[in-house]
């Protein structure tokens, strides 16, 4: 822990972009824990993340203070540390609505548990598929949604239905609880404001990649 | 088409998170041409995205000029020049490696053909997979790839094959011609300068989504 204490900014106006730079170094301190590496120079951390040092600070001051002048970081401390900022220091228990092809996938990605989430379980509304077993989780059937979402008191879902249910999906489970959800459906979902959507756009990704390609051959060309 | 021409501004220097805005008004854009809508204001179009009005004339402004005062936008006519300045004005063949779970979703969503992207081979090194048919491609053996890539001059491609084999792919498509990759495998991928790599991590997006649910319940709190 350093000297400065600025705990008390008001974490209300913590940009967006700051909150979205947390899994990077949690994912670069991960990778450094991993290969026994003890300590990093804000200089290095910050051009993992593609920033600058003192941007790199300006974001960790946000949260607390961190590292030491001339030091660096202890990667196992500040690992930890942006672990509880993001709430993910214990397992985050996790259900996944839909079980096609996409939520089979993502039933079977093993990388969630290494970053803090637990799929605890799995919905389908096809007499096909309930009752199937997805890396050792039974489908369950959709009916049970609510009561589940209740009784065992989740706040994140993983939504992979299609867009013409997502809307009445997400209602359901917003009335049982549920606080965050992640969708797949190529929908807009309405949520109350207490409820956060993250919104996965593959198709987003392809247009900057297809921009990307034509803009560097304008380069090649000029 | 409107009274300045700033086509002239430097495109090199074009922000990211002005490239990475052009999808968002591509999708609204499409959702009001789909509903019969044939013209927007730049206030109701920058409320759409989460900017200011000016922002919106500030992005617009880096790729020709757009609307008319007073009048906005003719949707069609936006929609088609946002459409040629990503470069999806034409269909833009793709290729897909890994069949698995997430290579099949991949393969069986619609969305990508709406956005100008068509899947025309997929491709994996398991012979329990190899001749399956999926949305009408029958999975091609993985050492057809370069061959293919190069034949067919595709530019783009989307991986989801294990982290274990994803550098290796990547070299081959690289060699191959491939100047842009969507990777969903979990790791970082070395590439060319020339070539551009679009990471899709749902890690990170549940992240931030954990750190929101948080995050709103210290507000509720205080």
Redesign the interface.
């Given at each position: 822990m350093g000297q400065n204490d600025q705990r008390h900014r008001n974490?209300?106006k913590?940009p967006m972009v700051v909150?979205?730079r947390?899994?990077?170094y949690?994912?670069y301190l991960s990778l450094l824990a991993s290969r026994d590496i003890n300590r990093i120079s804000s200089a290095e951390l910050a051009a993992k993340v593609g920033i600058t040092p003192s941007q790199l600070r300006q974001d960790l001051s946000w949260f607390g203070s961190f590292g030491q002048q001339g030091y660096g970081y202890r990667v196992q401390e500040l690992l930890g540390e942006i672990s509880k900022?993001?709430?993910?220091d214990q397992a985050?228990p996790?259900v996944l609505v839909g079980a096609?092809?996409?939520g089979?996938?993502?039933a079977?990605?093993q990388?969630?548990e290494r970053?803090?989430?637990v799929i605890k379980a799995i919905f389908d509304n096809n007499p096909g598929l309930i009752g199937l077993v997805v890396n050792g989780l039974k489908i369950r059937n959709i009916t049970g949604l609510k009561h589940y979402i209740q009784q065992e008191k989740i706040?994140?879902g993983?939504i992979?239905v299609p867009a013409e249910v997502a809307q009445q999906i997400t209602d359901e489970m917003v009335a049982a609880g549920i606080?965050?959800?992640?969708n797949f459906a190529?929908i807009s979902l309405n949520v109350p404001s207490?409820v956060?959507v993250?919104h996965?756009?593959?198709?987003?990704?392809?247009?900057?990649?297809?921009?990307?390609?034509?803009?560097?051959k304008?380069?090649?060309e000029e």
């Amino acid at each position: 822990m350093g000297q400065n204490d600025q705990r008390h900014r008001n974490k209300n106006k913590i940009p967006m972009v700051v909150i979205k730079r947390l899994p990077l170094y949690h994912r670069y301190l991960s990778l450094l824990a991993s290969r026994d590496i003890n300590r990093i120079s804000s200089a290095e951390l910050a051009a993992k993340v593609g920033i600058t040092p003192s941007q790199l600070r300006q974001d960790l001051s946000w949260f607390g203070s961190f590292g030491q002048q001339g030091y660096g970081y202890r990667v196992q401390e500040l690992l930890g540390e942006i672990s509880k900022i993001i709430g993910i220091d214990q397992a985050v228990p996790v259900v996944l609505v839909g079980a096609g092809h996409l939520g089979k996938a993502i039933a079977n990605y093993q990388n969630f548990e290494r970053k803090g989430f637990v799929i605890k379980a799995i919905f389908d509304n096809n007499p096909g598929l309930i009752g199937l077993v997805v890396n050792g989780l039974k489908i369950r059937n959709i009916t049970g949604l609510k009561h589940y979402i209740q009784q065992e008191k989740i706040e994140m879902g993983i939504i992979t239905v299609p867009a013409e249910v997502a809307q009445q999906i997400t209602d359901e489970m917003v009335a049982a609880g549920i606080k965050g959800i992640l969708n797949f459906a190529p929908i807009s979902l309405n949520v109350p404001s207490d409820v956060t959507v993250e919104h996965v756009h593959i198709g987003d990704s392809l247009m900057v990649l297809k921009y990307m390609i034509n803009h560097s051959k304008i380069k090649e060309e000029e």
